[in-house]
């Protein structure tokens, strides 16, 4: 089967996922979407089989079009997505699912009740690295996880309308629910703004789990170092995810700390061990992303990260929130029956 789909949102990320949509095989990019016409101009001549529309209801109204895939500014991803599965498509909608955590669910429980994919781009849940290390995680080769931490750092763009949290929060907090497999019960955050008032341009977050394992952020994009690393540390094994590593991707330390039975546990030694680099397949993220969607349209199943998946980050990204404006007082997140 051939997935048709149409991409909203034309400006600086939708242009990624229309290439990648349209280079899949089984993939036929119908539609290209932006409230601009100048935008549009600039994509034609690349799609020449595309149907170019400053009017989203085209989309809508297609009764030949399996999927939409929004590309829009964050504020409306709810409101676009809600339309997309009320005209029965399939949607993928860019991180984060929405702004608000009632939104969030309602488009999960939408996607559910109308038997539509609904697909976040949580694009590092997909990234090879990730997957390795959720490998290493469930094999039990770490050992048990103690913690784990996620640094993502730039001298970057500066965004007006959203702070460092939710700009740069779902790619580590996506990665943190999936690998510890848990829903967090407790978030706290700390922040300040120095370049806009009320836009945190430096955060720190930190999410408990009910295992104990505590997950913890640094998101800034004001910072010397451009840094995009994963660190989790087991009882037997430790692994870093360094993003800007072009061949040296994971690294998997055998170190650990060992209990000194002669002195009944009293003090602990270290282990130092062998350092392992894995090979990790160099397939562009991205495109792993549109193919797991066009595949999950396809054969009808629930990609990994679903609608429920874009809830929980987005509940993590709004309980952090309060705690942020309240100086890091922790929030406690409710538990699913
Ligand atoms: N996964 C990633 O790594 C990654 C990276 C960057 C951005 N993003 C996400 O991608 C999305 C888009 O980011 P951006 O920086 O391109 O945003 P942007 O605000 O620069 O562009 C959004 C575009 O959507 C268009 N638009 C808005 N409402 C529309 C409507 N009703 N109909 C048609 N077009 C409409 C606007 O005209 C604009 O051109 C955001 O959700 C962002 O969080 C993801």
């Given at each position: ?88 498509k ?13 939104d ?73 629910l ?12 700390t ?22 394992v ?35 991707k ?38 792993i ?49």
């Amino acid at each position: 089967m051939s997935v048709r789909l149409g991409v909203v949102g034309m400006n600086y990320w939708g242009p990624n996922l229309a290439r990648n949509f349209d280079r899949l095989p089984s993939c036929e990019l119908a539609w290209c979407c932006d409230l601009s016409t100048a935008l549009l101009d600039r994509h034609r001549a690349s799609y020449p089989a595309t149907t170019f529309t400053t009017r989203y209801e085209d989309l809508l109204a297609d009764d030949e079009l399996d999927a939409i895939v929004i590309a829009t500014s964050v504020p409306t991803h709810a409101a676009l997505a809600r339309m997309a599965l009320d005209a029965r498509k399939h949607t993928f909608v860019e991180k984060p699912l929405a702004l608000e955590v009632a939104d969030a669910r309602a488009l999960a429980a939408l996607a559910d009740e109308r038997q539509r994919v609904l697909m976040v781009d949580h694009l590092l849940v997909y990234h090879p690295a990730i997957q390795a290390m959720k490998q290493l995680i469930d094999s039990g080769s770490l050992g048990r996880i103690f913690y784990l931490y996620g640094n993502r750092l730039n001298l970057g763009i500066v965004r007006p309308d959203e702070n460092a949290l939710w700009s740069l929060g779902p790619h580590d907090i996506s990665v943190m629910l999936w690998l510890v497999g848990e829903r967090p019960v407790e978030v706290s955050a700390t922040g300040e703004s120095y370049l806009q008032p009320d836009v945190e341009d430096v955060v720190f977050g930190r999410i408990r789990f009910p295992s104990g394992v505590i997950g913890h952020l640094h998101l800034s994009w004001l910072d010397p170092h451009k840094m995009r690393r994963m660190t989790v540390i087991g009882s037997e094994k430790m692994v870093v995810f360094d993003d800007m590593e072009t061949e040296r991707k994971v690294t998997v330390y055998d170190k650990g700390p060992v209990p000194r039975t002669e002195t009944y546990g009293e003090y602990i030694q270290v282990r130092s061990g062998d350092i392992h680099i894995p090979k990790i397949a160099g397939t562009e993220p991205l495109r792993i992303v549109c193919e797991e969607f066009v595949s999950s349209v396809a054969e009808g199943r629930r990609p990994v990260a679903d609608g429920h998946a874009g809830a929980a980050v987005v509940e993590v990204l709004d309980a952090m929130g309060k705690s942020l404006v309240n100086q890091g007082t922790p929030v406690a997140l409710a538990q699913a029956t």
